[in-house]
């Protein structure tokens, strides 16, 4: 028996001590996003973006994550997760946790942004703070445009509790019965019709010295309704007014086997979902009395452990209007996403198919058959890539079937449009729409719907499983009565807004092989087939889970062959036991493991004698990494891996994921360049320590070494625009 596997019996890899919680461990990666506000080196605006997204963020986790523990701690659940926790010690920890960013972002944005903002000229300003010109515009403003929308809730005898409804802002107002004494209680919402923050106009607007002077000066719309309250209650005293902001539990819970129609099943739970479940946490400023706290928690049935105190604006996540003020100096410079080069050479109709009649024309087609295509956005335009090569199929008369998979789509798709083309103009067309794509679903219904009344073949989906793989297969009729397949296989959804904002991979091929299997998986997808083997791809939950275990033994048996054994794996997060269990065998044995893991890792690196030889590497900064790629080393003969799927239990047991071999070898040096840039990265790179925390790396002498600026500029030089 070799020394490492007798070390193995010594230690049990299964011990709790060796494993980080995933709630936590996200509540860790917002707070990353969170940093970014507090970042000197971020512009001013993108800092409020991300103060946006941070409580954004931890909306959905109340909504889904914390929702879904509450619901355990009801039922008497006292599954232990791998690090050790009962539901209820992990509602504890996150209560702590969050709490304390809470109150740092709460403290930052108050007394560090705001007024960092007024020395740019932009004033949010509180009311009790504007003059009399102000005052007396706010009021007409209030009259005109705010008073009609407004309707008082009052509770008495005769008017119970009015329902919250999700993620509201609300106004608990206490007035005074002049003839009775009575203190009596109503509830206002907040409008979300109307702006969270009201401008005044110019000549209004603070006074500002220096350059650029003031742009814009407003005052958060709660404020306005709270110190205009006379109007909504006339013959009464007002006593006091307080903002609160509740949060329900919103995750849908449809059974899909147990569902004769997926779509209307799902309809019903997102009436249900606008409506809202239990209450899960009640924000509320810090200054609300005792009595006024505990009679809105008792009619919403909370504890302490649901209430969120604030010294500031709740809400946070309203800031994000702010990035549309014409103040470019104080955003990120501008990006415009460029051509790859192979593809520059290809022109585009009215219709975006390629133009047949322009003699230094190439077509699109052509260009993947000669050689595979990598694409990376938010470098490469999505509009001139994978876009492109739908729009063109949908149009070519050559193509006789397209089949899509659609996870995620935009309100305006033009993939959408072109698929609808494309059936309109005789093509087969097949798309998987997965309905359960959390909080896109009512979307994804709207264009489901809209694709069936064109004719277009539309699936749900496998029972048990949602279909997260992101793929596109083209069947074209050649020269020589020849049928070839065209692939798209990807790490992100067809989606040109994330496009843009999302950093994704994807590979254009006609290999054989892989259109075959894309061809194998869509009967899968759409019919009764049970494929259990594929010919290159790793499909999720037949092959995956089994072949990336597989991968990582190998590693460890070339170590022990004396040979050298290294991983570098890219991903979302980082859950599942079994593939941890791995890693940490992998390390032991003397792998050299480096895993970028933007979010959740329950990995815990660096423990002697577990880890040592693993480093985890979290980038976070102005696009969010979102794409999967699995380094090999395979003593010298290097295989690369992109697709769909992260190291979650979820992907590699529950969804339909596809991952696919890179085999042209100047992809796979581009795929390792990538991944090296990332690992040498000393501005947005986070490492994972021991003990649970990150440290941001700093650069050395000053060199800034920036992921995404380095590929930006490399994206710019390799189309000839740097």
Known sequence: MTKAKTAATEINLDDPQYYFNRELSWLEFNYRVLHEAFDSRTPLLERLKFMAIFSSNLDEFFMVRVAGLEQQVEAGVTKITPDGRTPTEQLEAISERSRQMIAQQDQHFEYQLRIQLASAGIHLINYVDINQEQRAYLQNFFEEHIFPVLTPLAVDTSHPFPYI???????????????????????????????????????????????????????????VIAHNLEALFPGMTIQECYPFRITRNSDLAVEDDEADDLLLAIEQELRRRRIGGSV?????????????????????????????????????????????????????????????????????????????????????????????????????????????????????????????????????????????????????????????????????????????QAGVHVVYGVVGLKTHTKVTLVVRQEEEEQIRR??????????????????????LSCRPELGADLTDLFNFLTGFSRQQSYRKLLVAPVSLRDRMIALIRREIEHCQNGETGRIVAKMNSLVDSNIIAT????????????????????????????????????????????????????????????????????????????????????????????????????????????????????????????????????????????
């Open 165 to 223: 409804s999700n993620l509201s802002l609300n106004l608990a107002v206490v007035v005074r019965a002049p003839d009775t004494d009575e203190e009596l209680f109503a509830r206002i919402k907040v409008p979300k019709v109307l702006p969270r923050f009201v401008s005044l106009p110019e000549e209004l607007r603070q006074p500002q010295q220096g350059e650029g002077g003031s742009i814009w000066t407003g005052v958060p719309l709660e404020q």
């Open 280 to 452: 899960v946490r009640m924000e509320i400023h810090a200054s609300t009395p005792d009595y006024l706290r505990g009679m809105l928690m008792r009619e919403m049935g909370l504890d302490e452990s649901n209430v969120y105190d604030l010294e500031g604006l709740l809400g946070l996540g309203d800031l994000m209007s702010f990035m549309d003020l014409p103040r470019p100096d104080l955003k990120d410079p501008g990006w415009s996403p460029v051509v790859p080069p192979r593809l520059q050479r290809v022109n585009k109709n009215r219709y975006g198919e390629t133009s047949r009649n322009r003699e230094d024309g190439e077509d699109f087609f052509a260009v993947i058959r000669a050689s595979d295509l990598l694409v990376h956005h938010p470098y490469h335009s999505f509009g001139a890539t994978v876009q492109h090569f739908i729009t063109q199929a949908a149009h070519d008369p050559k193509v006789l079937a397209i089949k899509m998979t659609l996870y995620r789509v935009s309100g305006d798709s033009q993939i959408i449009n072109s698929l609808i083309a494309a059936a309109e103009n005789g093509k087969q067309v097949a798309v998987l729409v997965e309905l359960r794509a959390r909080f896109d679903e009512q979307n994804n219904i709207i264009w489901a719907r809209k694709l069936e």
């Open 486 to 507: 065209y692939v798209h296989l990807g790490t992100g959804n067809y989606n040109p807004k994330t496009a843009r904002l999302y950093t994704d991979l994807g590979i």
């Open 583 to 722: 890693l940490y065998e992998a390390s032991r044995a003397g792998v050299k493991i480096d895993l970028i893991v933007r979010g959740i890792c329950c990995l815990r690196p660096g423990v002697e004698g577990v880890s040592e030889n693993i480093r985890v590497t979290s980038i976070v900064g102005r696009f969010l990494e979102h794409s999967r790629i699995y380094y090999f080393h395979n003593s010298g003969k290097e295989e690369v891996y992109i697709g769909s799927a992260d190291w979650m239990t979820r992907n590699l047991d529950r969804r339909v994921e596809a991952v696919t071999p890179v085999e042209d070898p100047d992809i796979v040096k581009e795929l390792q360049e990538i991944l090296g840039i990332m690992l040498a990265d000393n501005c947005q790179a986070w490492e994972l320590q021991p003990d649970g925390n990150y440290i941001q790396r700093q650069p050395e002498n000053g060199k800034e070494q920036s992921t995404h600026q380095i590929l930006m500029d490399m994206a710019l030089e390799s189309a000839g625009m740097a």
